[in-house]
Every structure is written in structure tokens, then in C-alpha cells.
């Protein structure tokens, strides 16, 4: 039997097995057997749910103004009104019911729970660095806890790529969370296959190996699922790709692209690369006794999308099995591919928990964006109730089917496991809850009369709980509201950092030409507007324009002259650095250095005449106190001394091998100390208390050793043609740099602990530090 006909069988098998488990819960919607059964036990329920009215309207209105105010502060508002226990525990038993398909009834996974609340718990409510633990710098310590910074570094550079290759007309938020979602499953099972006995080491391998594997699955949503769904691709496009997907699943093996031509067409080549690497990597993991399973359920999983995605709403004949039996076969398959895809096997009952509960997730998640699906023209059960039910009596209403499912799953499933209904019904109320507040009252209420017409009795209980049930929201839900509302600010605060730069940068290019005075100063200042006007990042005047204009509201075109300066001394000492006495370069800011242009004798005078310019500029600052102007140009003075320590100790260093102390002092001496004149040059016009001035300075080591481990980088692993120089310069002269003391890896973890180090000093600025924190994520993803 070939392969092809093998995967088909399969896929029938379940199909069959899905046609089975719809049939009973048809039977239920029919009889309405369900309705008595979860009478019951919401009546039970409920007494752990309702407080005395005038206590649930202190406990509203206390709570929701709280939650309102945000992740953090809801957190610690749980905390101290002593619910955080309950909440973390009902949340983390929801995550082992859905994402491991585990019994809550089970001795083993009732301990590992209590393990997980109590570490989490922890986590939550420590106030130091673990205050935002999934922030860049948070998952880069828990990297580092776990010894696995070169896996998180990684997965960051690859998240990086990813955000900028989703194309407009997909949702990049929603890829990018489900992305990160599907990490945190697979990373969720390799856990808990853990026990006290593995060695550091082995936890630390394995911990790498699921973020890889997550990462490699979790591609499939929005380079698969997510783009087929878009109207990305034209609809040739569509079958194209399709096809190689399924020969993929078929084969085991990714075909070559072949030729795409198009506007699509260098899209389609990253995505395939990207999948191809994947797929290779999920497939070199694979047990042998595993292997079969993970591509049968990756087929099942894709077959069944395809169906669905194939359904047009316009269509007025699709049976009640067309539209329940895929989404059965895809919502169990793609759980059961996160835990095939670590090549595992599964404990006693683990399949058939968790081939029923899938569409129990589905028809809450349909449910909750019903709406958006119908402006899409997108068929669910849900959309497609609500186009055809007056015409279609004979169609399953999907709300009634829901509740089918919750009454199968508490107790034919979970055998009336008091946990599992206590955690199944939370979560069902608090999806109502959610979606009540999403429609608005009345939407809401229009919503529920149509799908609840036939169990009116049963609604209004339900709908009682919806108005009057407290303790039921959950941790995930948090946390996903808090990821979508981080990326969006995020992707909205980078837009700001680069549309900024861009305005200053353009301000700053405009101030910077210097005017001839007389014919024997044509030769050096006619070079030094050559060393000016080439390709310049500005990065140094922009940072002080930010923390003057921003920071300290100073007036924009009193301070044109700092700006001029620092660009004249950053210019100058890129002058000085490119001398054939020093490293010798022979392109900067994409041109020719100006001792090959003109002479080393002109180079070394237009460098000596831009620092003289600097202080002729930082004297002309006639709109602030002279004492504050003094101290700025005694401490530039200092500054550039400082510099100078710092270039003669690079020189010096030639053929020498130096210890990371050594590095990062020179490092601070030639990088750090320009950074930290462009935030502390502001501040002392500013007139800013010593310790906001302290921490700036604290920030600015950091930072510039971080951009100067990424320089080393760059001079390594950089294309000359985006770097304006060219690359490998540092080996040619002898230098010793942080990637030849460290090598590749370790410069990474050491660019990424200074990365860290800056942005928690940006706590202590009692400023908007957005655009600090987005320069610190410029330093170590920039590629020029």
C-alpha cells in the first residue's frame, strides 16, 4: 500500500471515528438530555460562585475598576484579597485538561499542579526582575535559569524574521501570539514528562529541543493555516501551495519549490525555506515508534482544514456532519500533533481525552468571534446557524451542541470528576461573561434569544450565572489580553522609535553642513562636510533630541547646537578610527574614508577641526544657565579624554589576547561613554537630580557594550553591503573582539545580558523610557 492511500486510510479511520462521536451528542441536542444532567450540576456549582448581592456588588465594583487597570495590577489585587490561589489553580487545571490532555482526578497530576500554582505564584508576585516575566528581558533570564540563552536567543532572532515576513492582510498580533502559544504548549508537555530525577543538563537539552519543536509546529499556524485563510495568495496560489503541503504530509519529504513568479513570489521562497527547515528538524526528532503517528495526525489535521477552509457560506446544502466532522477531526488532531511532535507516548486515556475535548474549544472560540466570521464570510457552525436556521430546521443550533459537549465531557469523559466540572463550568461561564462584555447588553441578549429559543428554562440558569457568578475567570485569558495589548503597543511604540528617527534624523542632516568663512579653510571643511554628509545613523543626536525634547521638554531648536556637536565629535572619532595609523579601514558610511579620498594629513586636521567645532557649538547653547553650560563642556572635555583612554587602549591591544573585563572596559571607553554623553549632555542642561543621571549612566555602559558586541558580531556574520564597510576587518588587523575571546555564542549571551541589564535600569527613570527600551532592541536586531 503506497503512502498516499495509507494517509487516506487513516484519515477515513477517523473521519469514522468523528461521525461516531457526533452522532451521540446529536442524540443529546435531540433528546435534550444534557439540559437535565448540567441542571444539576450548576446548581451545585453555584454555591461556590454567588455571594449575597450586596457582596457581589462591592465585589464588582472593587474588582473590575481594579482589573481594568491592568495584568500586573489585577494580579496583585487577586493577591491581596487572597483569590490568587484559587485563580492560578483553576487555571493551570484548565491548561493540564486542554493542552495535556490530562485527568484532574489523577494523584500525579494533582501534585504537579500545586507545584506549578506555587512556582508561578512566586513568579507573579516577586517584585524584581521577574515583575515581567514574559517580556524580552524576563524570557531571557528564565533562559539563563534554565541555561539555555543560546536556544532563547535564538528563538528571537527567528521570532524577529517571522514578524517581518507576515504580510499585510494577516493578522501579525494573532500570528505572532498563537506562534508563541504553541511554543509554550509543546514546551507545557516536554515539562511535564519531567520528573526530580533528570540532571541540569538533560533538562537543559531538552528544554532547548521543545522550544525548537514548538517553533518548527507552531510556523504551520501562520505560514499554513493563517495564510491560506488570507487573501494573501491568489486562488492558484492557494492550490499551489496546498499541494505541497499535502505531498509533504504524503512523502515525508518537502519537494522543491519550483519556479513561483508573481508579487508573492519572494514571500513563498522565505516561507518554504523557513517550513523546510522546520519540517527536517521535526522529522530528525522523531522516534522511530512515533514517527507514523506524528504524520498521520498531521494529515488528518490538514485534510480536515482543507474541508472546512473549502466551505463557502453562500452554499445552502451542508449537512450538519459537513460542518461538525472536521472541526471534531481538526481541533483533537492539532493537540494531539503537540504532543506527538516530542515523540513521546502517551499515558492511558490521554487520546481519548483529548479527541473530545477539541471541539469543545472550537465551539467557544467560534463562538466568540462569530461575528468577525460572518463579516469575513467565513463558515463555522456558528455563522452558518445564523445565515440558514429559518430555513434549515433540520441544521444543529452549535450553542445547544456546546453544552452536549460540556455535559460528555464532565461526565462520560471525565466520570463526574467534582475538579473537572468545578474547571468546565468556570470556563464556560466566563466565556459568556467575556462575551457579554465584547457584544455590549443588548447584541449580547439578541445573540442568546436566537440560540436559545428551544431551551429557554435551561438559559435563563445560565444566563443567571452569566449576571451573578464570581471566581471565574482564568490566568490564560489574562495573559493572552496582556500578549495582544504588549505586541500591539509594542508594534505601535517600534513604528514611533523608527518614524522618529527618521523625522529627527532628517532635522539633524539639515543642521549639520558647515559654511566655508574663507578660501584657506575650503580644503578641511569642504572634507569635513564630506564625512558629514555620508550615510549616517544620527544615533547619537537622536538619542539627545529624544531625552531633551521627550524627556525633559527643552526647547527643540535651542538645543540644534548639541546636536551638532555630538555628531562633530562622533564624526571626528570615526575619522581618527579609520587612519591607516589606527585600523587602517577603507569604506565608511558606504563611501570612501576620507584619508583615501583626500590624505592622512587632511583626515587627521579634519578631525582635530570637527572636536573644536563640537565646543565652539556646545558654547553656543545661549538659551540655558551658563553654570549648566559649563558643566556640559567641562564634562564633554572629560568625555573625550576618556575616549581617547579608550582608543589607545583598543590600539594597544593588537595582537593581544585580552580578558572580557578588558573588552568591556575599552567597549564603555570607545561606545558606552558616546551613548552616555547623548542622554547625560541633555540632563545636565536640564538640570536632572544626580540619581536620575546615575542610572542614565548605568544605562548607557550597557548599552554601548551591547552595541559594540553586536559591531563584533556584525564584522563576523554582517553583509558588507547593508553595513556601509567592509566586513571582517577585526581578524585582518589582529584585534581581539568580543567574538574572538567568546566566540559567536558566547558574544551573543553576553550582548544579551547587558541588553537585559539596561533595559531593568530603565526602571529606575522616572521618564517615558519607550524609546530607550526600543533603541536597546535596535542594538541587538539591527543588521547594519
Known amino acids: 500500500m503506497n503512502r498516499d492511500i495509507m494517509k487516506e486510510a487513516c484519515y477515513r479511520q477517523a473521519e469514522s471515528n468523528a461521525a461516531e462521536y457526533f452522532k451521540e451528542l446529536n442524540d443529546q441536542v435531540i433528546q435534550k438530555s444534557y439540559i437535565p444532567v448540567l441542571t444539576q450540576d450548576i446548581q451545585l456549582w453555584k454555591h461556590n460562585h454567588i455571594r449575597h448581592p450586596l457582596l457581589s456588588f462591592f465585589y464588582n465594583k472593587k474588582g473590575v475598576n481594579r482589573k481594568s487597570r491592568g495584568y500586573h495590577t489585577y ?30 482526578n489523577s494523584p500525579e497530576t494533582k501534585t504537579e499542579i500545586e507545584r506549578v500554582v506555587s512556582n508561578l505564584k512566586n513568579q507573579l508576585t516577586t517584585d524584581s526582575k521577574n515583575s ?24 528571537f532572532n527567528k521570532l524577529k524574521r517571522v514578524s517581518e515576513n507576515i504580510p499585510e492582510g494577516m493578522e501579525q498580533d494573532h500570528a505572532q501570539r498563537k506562534l508563541i502559544k504553541i511554543i509554550a504548549g509543546v514546551i507545557m508537555h516536554v515539562l511535564d514528562e519531567m520528573d526530580d530525577t533528570i540532571s541540569p543538563e538533560e533538562r537543559s537539552q531538552k528544554l532547548d529541543q521543545a522550544i525548537r519543536l514548538g517553533y518548527s509546529y507552531g510556523l504551520t499556524y ?20 496546498s499541494q505541497l503541503i499535502r505531498t509533504t504530509l504524503i512523502t515525508e519529504s518537502v519537494p522543491e519549490l519550483g519556479e513561483w513568479t508573481g508579487a508573492n513570489a519572494s514571500l513563498i521562497e522565505f516561507i518554504h525555506a523557513e517550513l523546510r527547515e522546520a519540517f527536517e528538524y521535526i522529522k530528525a526528532q522523531q522516534h522511530p515508534e512515533t514517527r507514523k503517528h506524528f504524520f498521520e495526525q498531521a494529515y488528518v489535521f490538514f485534510q480536515s482544514q482543507e474541508l472546512d477552509r473549502e466551505k463557502e457560506l453562500t452554499q445552502e446544502h451542508y449537512t450538519n456532519e459537513d460542518l461538525y466532522i472536521p ?11 503537540a504532543r506527538s511532535v516530542i515523540g513521546t507516548a502517551e499515558d492511558e486515556g490521554f487520546h481519548n481525552r483529548t479527541f473530545y475535548y477539541g471541539i469543545y474549544n472550537q465551539l467557544a472560540d467560534d463562538f466568540a468571534d462569530m461575528f468577525k466570521d460572518m463579516e469575513d464570510s467565513v463558515v463555522t457552525p456558528y455563522t452558518y446557524y445564523m445565515t440558514y436556521h429559518k430555513q434549515r430546521p433540520d441544521l444543529i443550533n452549535p450553542f445547544e451542541l456546546y453544552w452536549a459537549v460540556i455535559a460528555n465531557l464532565i461526565h ?9 466540572c468545578e474547571v468546565i463550568l ?36 445560565v444566563q443567571k450565572m452569566v449576571e451573578q457568578a464570581d471566581d471565574v475567570d482564568f490566568f490564560d485569558k489574562l495573559l493572552r489580553d496582556h500578549m495582544v495589548t504588549s505586541l500591539q503597543t509594542d508594534r505601535q511604540e517600534q513604528k514611533d522609535f523608527f518614524d522618529k528617527i527618521e523625522t529627527v534624523r532628517e532635522q539633524i542632516n539639515n543642521h549639520l553642513k558647515i559654511s566655508k568663512s574663507n578660501l584657506l579653510e575650503d580644503t578641511i571643511v569642504a572634507a569635513a562636510n564630506t564625512s558629514l554628509d555620508g550615510d549616517g545613523k544620527r544615533l547619537r543626536p537622536i538619542m539627545a533630541w529624544v531625552m531633551a525634547v521627550d524627556g525633559y521638554g527643552l526647547d527643540p531648536s535651542a538645543i540644534v547646537p548639541l546636536l551638532r556637536s555630538l555628531e562633530y565629535m562622533h564624526t571626528a572619532s570615526l575619522i581618527f578610527d579609520d587612519l591607516p595609523s589606527q585600523d587602517n579601514a577603507s569604506i565608511r558610511r558606504g563611501r570612501p574614508t576620507l584619508h583615501v579620498s583626500y590624505n592622512e594629513a587632511i583626515a587627521e586636521l579634519t578631525g582635530l577641526f570637527l572636536t573644536q567645532k563640537a565646543v565652539e557649538e556646545q558654547a553656543s547653547l545661549e538659551k540655558f544657565d551658563p553654570k549648566a553650560v559649563i558643566k556640559l563642556i567641562q564634562y564633554t572635555a572629560r568625555a573625550t579624554a576618556d575616549m581617547c583612554k579608550g582608543q589607545a587602549m583598543d590600539l594597544d591591544s593588537k595582537g593581544k589576547q585580552l580578558s572580557l573585563d578588558q573588552l568591556d572596559l575599552i567597549s564603555y571607553y570607545k561606545t558606552g561613554i558616546a551613548f552616555e554623553a547623548s542622554l547625560i549632555m541633555p540632563a545636565i542642561l536640564a538640570q536632572a537630580p544626580e540619581p536620575e543621571k546615575t ?11 551591547a552595541f559594540q558586541i553586536k559591531d563584533d558580531l556584525l564584522d563576523v556574520e554582517g553583509q558588507a553591503n547593508l553595513l556601509g564597510k567592509a566586513i571582517g576587518k577585526d581578524e585582518e588587523n589582529s584585534n581581539s573582539t568580543f567574538v ?13 545580558e547587558h541588553y537585559c541589564l539596561a533595559i531593568e535600569v530603565l526602571e529606575e527613570i522616572p521618564r517615558n523610557t519607550s524609546f530607550l527600551k526600543h533603541l536597546m532592541n535596535y542594538i541587538v536586531h539591527r543588521d547594519h
Open 75 to 104: 494580579i496583585q489585587w487577586l493577591d491581596y484579597r487572597g483569590k490568587l490561589d484559587n485563580y492560578l489553580d483553576r487555571s493551570i487545571s484548565y491548561l493540564y485538561m486542554r493542552d495535556l490532555g490530562k485527568d484532574l
Open 132 to 155: 515581567d516575566m514574559f517580556s524580552i528581558a524576563g524570557l531571557y533570564r528564565w533562559g539563563q535559569e534554565e541555561n539555555i540563552e543560546t536556544t532563547v536567543s535564538w528563538l
Open 222 to 241: 501562520p505560514y499554513i493555516d493563517d495564510l491560506l485563510d488570507s487573501d494573501v495568495l491568489t486562488a492558484n496560489e492557494k492550490k499551489k501551495y
Open 327 to 337: 472541526i471534531i477531526l481538526k481541533s483533537a488532531s492539532s493537540r494531539l500533533i
Open 412 to 420: 462520560n469523559v471525565y466520570r463526574s470528576d467534582t475538579k473537572t
Open 426 to 461: 468556570d470556563r464556560a461561564i466566563n466565556g459568556l461573561k467575556r462575551a457579554k462584555e465584547r457584544l455590549g447588553t443588548r447584541k449580547y441578549k439578541k445573540v442568546m434569544e436566537m440560540l436559545t429559543a428551544g431551551i429557554a428554562d435551561f438559559n435563563r440558569l
Open 695 to 705: 542610572s542614565l549612566e548605568k544605562f548607557a555602559r550597557h548599552a554601548g557594550i
Open 740 to 752: 574572538s575571546v567568546l566566540g559567536p555564542d558566547g558574544a551573543r549571551k553576553a550582548m544579551w
